[in-house]
C-alpha cells in the first residue's frame, strides 16, 4: 500500500485558458472566465484544475512559449486576478496547477533576446547555441513539430535549437544558473499557493549533444531521431535535482508530460520516491495505438486500447499511480476517436467514461469532455490556425496526398479539434463570448451545451457528477484510490471489464458495441452506477444493452 498522499484523492480537470471562458469580450478566454465557473467545477466533483500556461507569451504555440515567467499575459487578465482565482478556488477545495514550460521558452524572452544580441552574455549558455557545417545546420534532426530542428542566427555561421517551433528556443539544462532560474521561479509560483504543476515536455531536457546526422527518414532530408532527445542518458540527474530543490519540502502534485515505457523505471520516475507524483503519458491514447489504423476514420479500436491499458494497470498495481484521461489539448476528442460518428450518444459516451474513470489512478477530465463535445471538421486548411497542423498538411502534400486528401486526414487527427470554444449555452458564441471568439465555435452548440445538460438529469454531465460521487464515497475510496485493477472477461470482443480488488471488491463492466452483451458474473450484490437499465442479472450472466456500462459489487 502506497503512503497516503492528499493528491491520491484528485479528480482533475484541465482548461484550455483561451477556449475555457471570455469573461472581457474581446474573443478570448481569461481568468475571471475561470472563477465564474468555479462552482460548476465543484459541483462536477472536480479538486485539481490544471491549467494549460497564462503567462505572458506571443501565443506562437497558444502559451507554452513563455516570454515572462514572472507575469501573466494580459489576454488572460493580471497576476492579481490568478491570485485571486487561487484563493476562490481552494475556498472550494479546489487546488490549481500551473502549466511549466522549462524545455524551452519564447524567442521572446529577454534572456533570448539578450542571448542574441550579445555574443558575450552569460545569456548565450542558456540555449543550444552551435556552429552551422558547411553552410548546413549543425546537424539534420528534425523538430517535433516538422521541418529542421535549428535556426540560423541572424548573419552568422551559428544555429539554436528548436525541438518545438522556432519561436520555442530549447533551454540548455547543461548550464546550472539556468537551473538555478528555473527553480527560484518555481519557488516564487509555488509561494502564490499553487497545488503544483503540469510539467510541460520534461522528457527532451536532455540532449546527446554529439551532433552526427543521421540516415534520413522523410522526403525532406530531416530525421526524426528520439533517442538522441527524449529522456536521453543522464536525464535523471536534472530530474532528481528540481525534485530535491522545488518539490519535495512543498509537498506538491506534479504530473510530467512523459512516456516511461519500460516498467522497471516507472518508481525511479515517478511515485513515492520519483522524480515526479505522477505521470500523463500517452500510451493508451490514439498517439501509439497503432499510428497506421488511427489513420482510418471512424476508429474503433477499443480492443487495441483495452490490451494496451490493462498491461499498464496490471503492472502498476501496488506500485504507483499514473493518470488516467481520454482527452487533452493535444489530441482531437475521444469520441470521435473511439465511437463510430453514428453511434456518438449518451450511452456511448456514458459507458467511455465509466471505462476509464474507475481505472487505478487519477482520473482527468478535459474541458468540455463532460458534455460530450466532439470534433469539428474544417472545409478548408485556412480555418485552422496551429503551426504543426499547416506542417502536416504539407508533409502529407510532399508524401503524395492530394489537397483533399490532405484536409481530411488533418480533420481526424488534428489537435485543434480539442481546442473549440466550451459550449455552454445555446446562445450566439455558445456563450463563450459576445464577440466572434478567436478560433470558430462548433455550430452544434444548440444540441450540445453545458447549460441544456445543467438541467436534465439524465445528461452526460450529470453521470459525470454522479461518476466522481461515487470515485468519492468514503466506503469505496480507498478500494478506487489503491486497490489493484484485475481485468476479466478480455475475450469478449469490445467487452471492457474490470474487478478493484480492496476492501471491498468492485467490478466495471463497459458493453463498448453496438451490439447486446451477455457477459458472465458470480453474482451481483448491489449495482452502484450504469447508464441503463438495472434489471439485467439473469443466470448468472449480465445482459448488457449496447454501449451500457454497469459497476457493481
Ligand atoms: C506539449 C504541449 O502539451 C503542447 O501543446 C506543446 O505544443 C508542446 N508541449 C510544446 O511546448
Redesign the pocket.
Known amino acids: 500500500m502506497l503512503n497516503k498522499k492528499w493528491w491520491h484523492e484528485t479528480i482533475g480537470y484541465q482548461i484550455y485558458p483561451k477556449s475555457f471562458q471570455d469573461s472581457n469580450n474581446d474573443g478570448v478566454g481569461d481568468i475571471q472566465g475561470m472563477i465564474q465557473h468555479l462552482d460548476e467545477l465543484q459541483e462536477l466533483g472536480v479538486n485539481v484544475v490544471w491549467i494549460?500556461p497564462i503567462n505572458l507569451s506571443p501565443m506562437v504555440?497558444?502559451g507554452?512559449?513563455i516570454s515572462d515567467y514572472f507575469q501573466i499575459d494580459p489576454s488572460f487578465g493580471t497576476n492579481e486576478d490568478f491570485e485571486e482565482l487561487i484563493q476562490e478556488a481552494n475556498k472550494r477545495g479546489i487546488k490549481i496547477l500551473m502549466?511549466l514550460?522549462i524545455?524551452?521558452t519564447s524567442d521572446q524572452h529577454e534572456w533570448f533576446k539578450e542571448a542574441l544580441a550579445n555574443p558575450n552574455s552569460d545569456f548565450r549558455n542558456y540555449y543550444v547555441i552551435k556552429e552551422g557545417k558547411d553552410g548546413l545546420p549543425p546537424n539534420n534532426w528534425r523538430s517535433?513539430?516538422g521541418g529542421s530542428a535549428w535556426e540560423q542566427i541572424e548573419d552568422t555561421n551559428e544555429y539554436y535549437l528548436h525541438l518545438?517551433t522556432k519561436g520555442?528556443p530549447d533551454l540548455n539544462w547543461e548550464n546550472p544558473m539556468l537551473r538555478e532560474e528555473l527553480y527560484q521561479m518555481i519557488q516564487y509560483w509555488l509561494d502564490r499557493g499553487l497545488g503544483g504543476f503540469r510539467i510541460?515536455?520534461i522528457t527532451h531536457i536532455k540532449k546527446n549533444y554529439d551532433y552526427i546526422n543521421v540516415p534520413a527518414d522523410g522526403p525532406d532530408n530531416l530525421a526524426t531521431v528520439w533517442e538522441h532527445y527524449r529522456d536521453a542518458t543522464g536525464i535523471g540527474e536534472f530530474l532528481g535535482e528540481m525534485r530535491d530543490r522545488v518539490f519535495t519540502d512543498n509537498d506538491v502534485l506534479t504530473i510530467a508530460?512523459m512516456d516511461v515505457e519500460d516498467p522497471d523505471k516507472w518508481e525511479e520516475y515517478f511515485g513515492e520516491n520519483g522524480y515526479f507524483s505522477t505521470i500523463f503519458d500517452f500510451y493508451h491514447t490514439p498517439y501509439s495505438i497503432q499510428q497506421e489504423k488511427y489513420k482510418e476514420h471512424p476508429v474503433t479500436f477499443i480492443e487495441d486500447m483495452k490490451t494496451k491499458m490493462f498491461a499498464k494497470q496490471v503492472k502498476a498495481n501496488g506500485r504507483v499511480l499514473f493518470t488516467n484521461f481520454l482527452e487533452?489539448?493535444?489530441l482531437p476528442r475521444a469520441l470521435n476517436r473511439w465511437i463510430p460518428e453514428s453511434e456518438i450518444h449518451f450511452n456511448s459516451a456514458s459507458a467511455l467514461a465509466m471505462m476509464y474513470f474507475f481505472l487505478r489512478g487519477i482520473p482527468v477530465i478535459y474541458q468540455g469532455q463532460e458534455i460530450g463535445m466532439v470534433d469539428y471538421p474544417k472545409d478548408s486548411i485556412e480555418e485552422y490556425l496551429d503551426l504543426?497542423t499547416y506542417n502536416n498538411y504539407e508533409n502529407y502534400l510532399l508524401e503524395g496526398l492530394s489537397e483533399d486528401e490532405a484536409l481530411h486526414q488533418i480533420n481526424i487527427e488534428c489537435?485543434e479539434n480539442s481546442r473549440t470554444p466550451v459550449q455552454w449555452d445555446a446562445s450566439e458564441y455558445a456563450g463563450f463570448s459576445t464577440v466572434k471568439p478567436w478560433f470558430d465555435v462548433n455550430p452544434n452548440y444548440h444540441d450540445i451545451n453545458y447549460a441544456q445538460q445543467k438541467d436534465d438529469p439524465h445528461s452526460l454531465l450529470n453521470f459525470y457528477k454522479k461518476m466522481a460521487v461515487l470515485r468519492k464515497n468514503k466506503a469505496y475510496q480507498e478500494t478506487f484510490i489503491y486497490s489493484d485493477t484485475v481485468p476479466f472477461a478480455t475475450e469478449i470482443k469490445g467487452c471492457v471489464a474490470y474487478e478493484r480488488q480492496g476492501i471491498e471488491s468492485i467490478f466495471v463492466i463497459c458493453n463498448m458495441t453496438n451490439q447486446p452483451m451477455q457477459v458472465p458474473v458470480a453474482s451481483v450484490e448491489e449495482i452502484l452506477l450504469t447508464n441503463g437499465e438495472t434489471d439485467i442479472y439473469v443466470d448468472g450472466y449480465l445482459h448488457l444493452k449496447p454501449y451500457q456500462g454497469i459497476i457493481f459489487k
Do not use: G, L, T
Open positions: 494549460s504555440d497558444h507554452y512559449d502549466d514550460v524545455n524551452h517535433i513539430f518545438f520555442q510541460d515536455a508530460e487533452n489539448h493535444d504543426p489537435r
